[in-house]
């Protein structure tokens, strides 16, 4: 018997939190959560970000949190795919530009974003909703960086001693690993490589 009753409270808890009320996604309060969230997980890193310090930020109610976003993993993968709808906008338009791969490589390279994607990529370890997004991420942005890659080739019918899903993958991970140790204050050998991969995308982008 307690352990049909301890059953029956589980799934009466399921059924009234399904059925509990939400704030509306997308709105200003909404929005602003998820802004001091990336806040939190840019200045402090991912072990920092809970739904207290989230509030502490807003100088709101922590309860106030969890009104609009039911677990604080539905508040990370929602914040992701926030960004991750952003940063796909911008490399559909740089790759619709005169000069789609110095574009797409500025914004690898400045996007303040960077560091917030290497938290990401830690969090989505442990959230499997998070790792879908990031892997959707991943595949969208590197087909938009390959096809304006082909494109470009074939337009200046250049020849690439790599196919351009190596080419892909070796300019994103130089843009990441550069940022990545820049922000640990290290930065030997990235004016070379940095120099070397924009003097190739600018030749073929001439």
């Known amino acids: 018997m307690t352990a049909q009753k301890n059953v029956g ?3 009466r808890a399921r059924k009234k939190d399904s059925a509990r009320r939400m704030g509306p996604v997308g709105s200003e309060n909404w929005h602003s959560m998820l802004d001091a969230a990336e806040k939190v ?3 402090e890193g991912y072990g ?4 207290r310090r989230i509030a502490e930020h807003l100088g709101i109610k922590q309860r106030l949190v969890y009104y609009y976003f ?3 993993d539905d508040l990370i993968v929602a914040m992701f795919h926030r960004l991750k709808v952003r940063e796909l906008e911008s490399l559909n338009k740089a790759a619709a530009t005169a000069r789609p791969l110095t574009e797409m490589w500025y914004i ?8 917030v994607v290497t938290e990401f990529m830690a969090l989505a370890n442990r959230v499997p909703a ?3 997004e990031v892997i959707d ?4 942005s590197r087909r938009i960086q390959i096809a304006a890659l082909t494109a470009t080739l074939k337009e200046r019918g250049a020849q690439s001693p790599l196919p351009p899903a190596a080419l892909a993958i070796i300019a994103t991970s130089v843009a990441l690993l550069v940022g990545r140790e820049a922000a640990l204050g290290t930065t030997t050998g990235h004016a070379a490589v940095m120099e070397v991969i924009w003097k190739y995308l600018r030749e ?3």
């Open 108 to 115: 690898g390279t400045h996007a303040s974003d960077s560091p």
């Open 41 to 43: 997980l840019r200045e």
């Open 130 to 132: 998070l790792r879908a």
């Open 9 to 11: 409270k589980q799934v």
């Open 70 to 72: 039911k677990t604080m």
């Open 48 to 51: 920092a970000l809970t739904s």
């Open 204 to 206: 073929l982008d001439s």
């Open 137 to 140: 991420f991943i595949e969208q």
